[in-house]
């Protein structure tokens, strides 16, 4: 079992940014891949970016393709997501999520295994 804790939300200007964190309970962290999800009011829940387990391999979805940053450091098992210009449409919550299939990139949420409560990002226009 591996449990998620994402921190850094918080309320921001359009054009402002931040950092989100996702600190991971256990040392194996370095084997799974992890993401970056999103869910707004009355939304589906959509992927933001992902890595695979070395971070040579990244995703983003094309929203955010520019303007977000994922980073993972796996000796303080703790995966990032650096978000700039942010715009009003990218309010929402933020969930990371690993992955078991750590050497690929995992677009679909059903393939993640382990999920975080979630950050509330709001960005105000």
């Known amino acids: 079992q591996v449990q998620l804790v994402e921190s850094g939300g918080g309320l921001v200007q359009a054009g402002g940014s931040l950092r989100l964190s996702c600190a991971a309970s256990k040392r194996t962290f370095s084997n799974f891949g992890m993401g970056w999800f999103r869910q707004a009011p009355g939304k589906e829940r959509e992927l933001v970016a992902t890595?695979?387990?070395?971070?040579?391999?990244?995703y983003y979805a094309d929203s955010v393709k520019g303007r977000f940053t994922i980073s993972r450091d796996n000796a303080k098992n703790t995966l990032y997501l650096q978000m700039s210009i942010l715009k009003p449409e990218d309010t929402a919550v933020y969930y990371c999520a690993a992955s078991i299939f750590g050497d690929r990139v995992i677009t679909s949420a059903t393939m993640y295994d382990y999920w975080g409560q979630g950050t509330q990002v709001t960005v105000s226009s």
């Open positions: 890595m695979t387990w070395a971070g040579i391999r990244t």
